[in-house]
T-cell receptor, first 111, second 110 residues
């Protein structure tokens, strides 16, 4: 019962580098989401996807790119990382209007 | 002003105490509401949904007041294991846009 997994769990990178965070779910859930969590802000939605090849912007999409060529994968790419993107990133999935299931998070530090 | 606001706490209570959290939301078109629990350095997990008529799950009671646009969570007979951050979540008019509060931190002490 793998559920939803994220990789890497921890990443340190430098300003200007490209970083990709991976998310994989085994439930065949239609919806997948990327959130970032920062102190004092709670979780903020970056991008979401309703199905393969369908993605849409959330609350804070600038500086991020997503794709969803397969139902089970939803990678998040920071094309040119900035210090303000230092955060904890959570991937989540849900089926219809059901419960949101989160991955364990990816802690990203941009130096 | 944030769309979903919570008192960040921390709330420090003794075992056995009753504690209540409130959450206010600004978007009157919001359709569904939830409480999630997040342990330190872990992912959030659903605690309970919040229904218009109010609902109870063991020691936990959730209520919704649409007129005043707030949600509450009551925890009775607090346990040490209830120590966590409680996140208020509001689902906007479409199912894909769930807005989270910043969370209320609870510490239950022996």
């Amino acid at each position: 019962d793998a559920g939803i997994t994220q990789s890497p769990r921890y990443k340190i990178t430098e300003t200007g580098r490209q970083v990709t965070l991976m998310c994989h779910q085994t439930w065949s859930h239609s919806y997948m989401f990327w959130y970032r969590q920062d102190l004092g802000h709670g979780l903020r939605l970056i991008y979401y996807s309703a199905a393969a090849d369908i993605t849409d912007k959330g609350e804070v999409p600038d500086g991020y790119v997503v794709s969803r060529s397969k139902t089970e994968n939803f990678p998040l790419t920071l094309e040119s990382a900035t210090r303000s993107q230092t955060s904890v990133y959570f991937c989540a999935s849900r089926q219809g209007s059901g419960e949101l299931f989160f991955g364990e998070g990816s802690r990203l530090t941009v130096l | 002003r944030k769309e979903v606001e919570q008192d960040p706490g921390p709330f420090n209570v003794p075992e056995g105490a009753t504690v209540a959290f409130n959450c206010t939301y600004s978007n009157s078109a919001s359709q569904s509401f939830f409480w999630y629990r997040q342990d330190c350095r872990k992912e959030p997990k659903l605690l309970m949904s919040v229904y218009s008529s109010g609902n109870e799950d063991g020691r936990f009671t959730a209520q919704l007041n649409r007129a005043s646009q707030y949600i509450s969570l009551l925890i009775r007979d607090s346990k040490l294991s209830d120590s966590a951050t409680y996140l208020c979540v509001v689902n906007r008019y479409n199912n894909n846009d769930m807005r989270f509060g910043a969370g209320t931190r609870l510490t239950v002490k022996p």
